[in-house]
């Protein structure tokens, strides 16, 4: 019996191109640069704080002193950029540090960029860091008011935009977030500022250990009536396109390596920009299982950032960000 291919046998013996490393290397389809890659990065209050966060070796809750330290490093390896989640001072109900000019990430954005105006800084645009009761809006009769969050976000991007941020990033999920955050910056004279959205995000696992080094767990409920069910599909390049009709100028997809496929659509149907979120569970299970000798980190981690690349993302959020800047 003969297919096609195998008919081809001995002239097409595929494993000649993988003999040797500079073979391998001249065939490599797939590339990863420092500057597709955005890093994330957790900035509290204080002065000389670097607390590491349990679930996640190798990442920070840093003041502007230590964050100022990893920017310049981030700048140095050639980063595309950083993106700064905060960690307020109080949470209330409404989380009213996120659109306070002297919010925690209004301030980091001032000293990132007066210290390395080159750097690329992300702002993430959302609630939930902020608010006494861990969800991504304000609460109405026990849910998530959807255009009352919505109005906040717009204040969150404006008071971001204004500190200096070069890209906002809302990651909330309400329905009409980028039409109310576009309108607000616009409104502000802020038309040059553009915005990535998180426009297919599930209701994931894996933002587990973001939560503990964001301190945004939910107090009650879960995330399910705002984040996308990631059975969906067809629904979620329907979120994506509604996000790129409101003048989402990135479009981000989130989780990664569960979303693979989501990614490939998503580049198929709209192109570039598009960026994937590697997010915290994706992270801290290569670093667990690389712990406790079940497989080799540095291998794993390549081996994600590549399939994330080969369905199709233009940029990757990563918190392997910097060491992927060093291997290369
Ligand atoms: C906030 C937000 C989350 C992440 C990014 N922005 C958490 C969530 O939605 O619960 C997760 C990032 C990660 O897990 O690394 N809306």
Not at 74 to 88: E, N, Q, T, W
Not at 131 to 155: F, M, P, R, S, W
Not at 250 to 258: E, F, R
Request: net charge neutral; aromatic share 6%; hydrophobic share 45%.
């Amino acid at each position: 019996m003969s297919t096609p291919s195998s008919a081809q046998f001995p002239i097409r013996r595929m494993r000649r191109l993988r003999r040797t490393a500079a073979l391998r290397r001249l065939v490599q389809e797939t590339h990863v640069v420092p500057a597709q890659l955005v890093w994330p990065l957790f900035v509290c209050h204080g002065e000389g704080v670097r607390r590491e966060v349990p679930a996640l070796p190798g990442v920070y809750q840093t003041s502007l002193d230590e964050l100022v330290k990893d920017a310049e490093r981030a700048h140095r390896l050639g980063l595309g950029g950083v993106m700064l989640f905060g960690l307020p001072a109080a949470k209330d109900a409404t989380g009213s540090e996120a659109y306070d000019e002297q919010g925690i990430v209004q301030q980091a954005a001032r000293a990132v960029k007066r210290a390395v105006p080159d750097l690329l800084v992300v702002g993430d645009v959302c609630l939930c860091e902020y608010t006494d009761h861990g969800h991504c809006g304000v609460i109405q009769d026990g849910e998530v008011e959807n255009d009352a969050t919505v109005y906040l976000l717009g204040k969150v991007a404006v008071t971001q935009a204004r500190a200096g941020v070069d890209l906002v990033a809302p990651s909330d999920m309400m329905d009409g977030r980028v039409a109310g955050i576009r309108k607000a910056l616009d409104a502000a004279g802020l038309s040059r500022v553009p915005i990535m959205s998180y426009a297919a995000k599930t209701a994931s696992a894996f933002y587990g250990p973001f939560r503990e080094a964001a301190g945004s767990t939910p107090q009650f409920g879960d995330r399910q009536s705002y984040q996308m069910q990631g059975t969906n599909a067809d629904e979620a390049m329907k979120e994506i396109r509604l996000d790129a009709d409101e003048g989402a100028d990135i479009l981000l997809v989130k989780p990664a390596l569960p979303c693979l496929d989501l990614i490939r659509r998503a580049k198929a149907e709209f192109g570039s920009p598009l960026a994937a979120y590697q997010v915290s569970g994706e992270y801290a299970m290569i670093k667990a299982a690389a712990q406790r000798g079940m497989l080799d980190e540095t291998r794993a981690m390549w081996e994600t950032l590549y399939a994330i690349r080969r369905a199709g993302a233009d940029i990757i959020l990563t918190y392997f960000a910097p060491a992927v800047a060093e291997l290369l």
